[in-house]
């Protein structure tokens, strides 16, 4: 009994060692694709860098155009966003395969939103602090999918893309 358990737990350790992370200490890449939102169809493109194996910090800009009927008069917004991300990957956590990536964060952005001078509604600038949790499957060495979802952002229903290790 001994000797299946010690041979069960050096297994483990073996493939825990050997996990990867989908993007090495060190290594960039690029996201870019459409989000859900009730404010319009957002596009967005984004970089993370990867700190260490586990953890990725990051940018995003994106821009969405909607229009509003608001006291029976037509108004067209506009949404620009730009936002700062950090994400844990558990892939080596899990023993994930390198080909998948799952990960969790918060982040922090600033919202531009742009009505027309006579609209009187309630939408306004401002920061947004969220988390998100998301994943990507590569089907390629440098080439993936990615979703996302997140809670009361300017990507609240979620997001999808494309990701590239650079």
Do not use: C
């Not at 073996?14 to 009730?38: D, E, F, T, V, Y």
């Not at 800009?61 to 936002?83: A, P, Q, V």
Request: overall charge positive; proline content about 3%.
């Amino acid at each position: 009994m001994k000797k299946a358990l010690s041979t069960f737990i050096f297994a483990n350790i073996i493939i825990i060692a050997n996990a990867q992370s989908p993007l090495p200490a060190s290594k960039n890449q690029l996201n870019i694709g459409l989000g859900l939102s009730g404010w319009g169809i957002p596009v967005y493109i984004g970089i993370d860098h990867s700190v260490s194996r586990d953890i990725t910090l990051g940018g995003e800009l994106s821009f969405r155009s909607y229009k509003e009927n608001y006291r029976n008069y037509d108004y067209n917004h506009h949404i620009t966003g730009i936002s700062v991300n950090g994400n844990y990957h558990f892939n080596r956590l899990l023993t994930i395969p390198q080909n998948f990536d799952f990960y969790a964060g918060l982040n922090l952005g600033f919202y531009i939103w742009s009505s027309p001078s006579d609209y009187n509604g309630s939408h306004t600038s401002g920061l947004d602090l969220n988390a998100q949790i998301g994943g990507r499957y590569y089907f390629s060495k440098n080439a993936g999918i990615n979703l996302e979802f997140g809670g009361g952002n300017a990507f609240s229903g979620g997001k999808f893309g494309l990701s590239f290790k650079l």
